[in-house]
């Protein structure tokens, strides 16, 4: 347990942290159900992609970008990574306690659970979210008949990124990555979207699964998850405060505008984004 | 400066590093070129990939990797990787002078040269080598007239990756990605492959350049360049040396061995990685 510095008041910022910019899609979700609060996101751009890394050093990098955000007096923390939320999430609230700090995978496992009629669910994550097996523990916790299959989908970071988003590109990744996970009846009838890059290609994975499969992208439910965790606080802001949002990165703020526009839906610039330093990364522009 | 501490000794390891994996298909050329010699390799898997990352961080990431292989007492240092040999390649050798520290891409800017009859030259490479110029730079030192285009392809780092190097989805990347390239009058007549994950693309890339561009790999051109820096500086190992690979990486043994066999050309498990710690990286198995 460190000191707590963390501001236990309604106006204070809520931290975001992700390994780079596919939090992003959070954030935005975040900002729009939550209109009034002030977030401030952390893109650990310097050592992205957490999800091919191994829990120890996932762990560490966690730690420390959420510890940048605490001595910032966040409210809360939310770990917009799926990669961090499933194997990081108990040393960071154990941590940082008694800021609350929330992930994203168990408000996905929850709304796939929602989801699901036949019980069967697909995950498509990273490879070490997948290899953790976070999601099929949370979703059998809460459905222990549920039927999970799990593919790794690396390759839909890296179009993401691209900004390859539709054609004929995406389109051939999609058919290599689900057509094994929904070409055999009885199909999934639910997909999650367990990382949060994989939302802006869900029209491409929308074509392969089918319209009778229900996409769950965990963001939504994670503005819902943390609107009640907020209010169970006391932390809620005040209706008449002004929402704002505020960019953090450790590499590359030119990189970060570019692509984070992507996630975030809307353009950025390079001076939208301050550049900070985490042990090891030496931060620069 | 630091003080030199590296072997002077014919028989004292050659040490390479790359950011990852993608720097085995430079030591698998430099074995077969100097089958005498002891290698020891170093994968910087914590922090890959370089080739999205700011030169600073790249500078000092590079530092810290052959500051590593210093401490192991290398006669000599190759940057296997093309995004450190464009943006660190002169702090390395002042940093560690008098032991030779070769990069990739000045060999591969010569092979080019050699290759081209046109003088149109295309390179492809990560973003940042793309954007830094550096390929540019050394080509139009030898061959000022030369008409250089440049494509950055970070798709296909992430192809090679997951092992995607032929089918529907490598040939849809590669004509995306080429077809601007090689698409129009008159057409480049060489193609360098400006980063080391490339290579094992090759025949994907070739379907689509076509059979008359010259297709050239650093890896094979580095090697000839190692003989002669060993030969002018008297370190070549004596010829009854038994050779030798010694595998180390930041993280992940056992996806550094999965990946790494697929550049290496040969399997690999787990325990022939050492998992060593640099700065800021923790490394772990």
């Known amino acids: 347990m460190s000191t707590v510095s963390a501001a236990r008041d309604v106006a204070a910022p809520i931290g975001v942290f992700d390994s780079g910019v596919g939090g992003l899609t959070v954030l935005r979700a975040l900002t729009q159900g939550l209109p009034d609060e002030r977030f401030v996101y952390l893109g650990d751009t310097a050592r992205l992609p957490y999800g091919t890394k191994s829990p120890h050093s996932i762990r560490r990098y966690a730690l420390q970008a959420a510890g940048l955000l605490r001595d910032r007096g966040v409210k809360c923390l939310v770990v917009a990574c799926n990669t961090a939320s499933a194997v990081a999430l108990d040393v960071l609230q154990e941590e940082f306690a008694p800021v609350p700090v929330l992930g994203v995978l168990e408000p996905g496992a929850a709304a796939a659970c929602r989801a699901t009629r036949s019980g069967r669910i697909a995950v498509i994550a990273t490879e070490s979210t997948v290899r953790g097996g976070a999601y099929e523990a949370a979703i059998r916790r809460r459905l222990p008949g549920a039927i999970v299959t799990s593919q790794a989908c690396p390759m839909f970071v890296a179009l993401a990124e691209e900004g390859?988003?539709?054609?004929?590109?995406?389109?051939?990744?999609?058919?290599?990555?689900?057509?094994?996970?929904?070409?055999?009846?009885?199909?999934?009838?639910?997909?999650?979207?367990?990382?949060?890059?994989?939302?802006?290609?869900?029209?491409?994975?929308?074509?392969?699964?089918?319209?009778?499969?229900?996409?769950?992208?965990?963001?939504?439910?994670?503005?819902?998850?943390?609107?009640?965790?907020l209010d169970g606080a006391g932390l809620r802001a005040a209706g008449g405060q002004a929402g704002s949002v505020r960019l953090l990165a450790t590499d590359g703020a030119e990189r970060f505008a570019r692509v984070g526009g992507i996630f975030l839906g809307r353009p950025l610039v390079a001076a939208d984004v301050e550049i900070?330093?985490?042990?090891?990364t030496g931060g620069n522009s």
């Open 164 to 229: 390859w988003t539709d054609g004929p590109v995406a389109e051939a990744v999609a058919h290599r990555y689900l057509d094994e996970l929904f070409g055999r009846e009885p199909q999934p009838d639910s997909l999650v979207l367990g990382c949060t890059h994989f939302p802006v290609l869900a029209p491409a994975i929308r074509n392969v699964v089918g319209p009778q499969a229900t996409i769950v992208d965990s963001a939504e439910t994670t503005a819902t998850a943390l609107a009640g965790i």
């Open 276 to 280: 900070v330093d985490l042990p090891g």
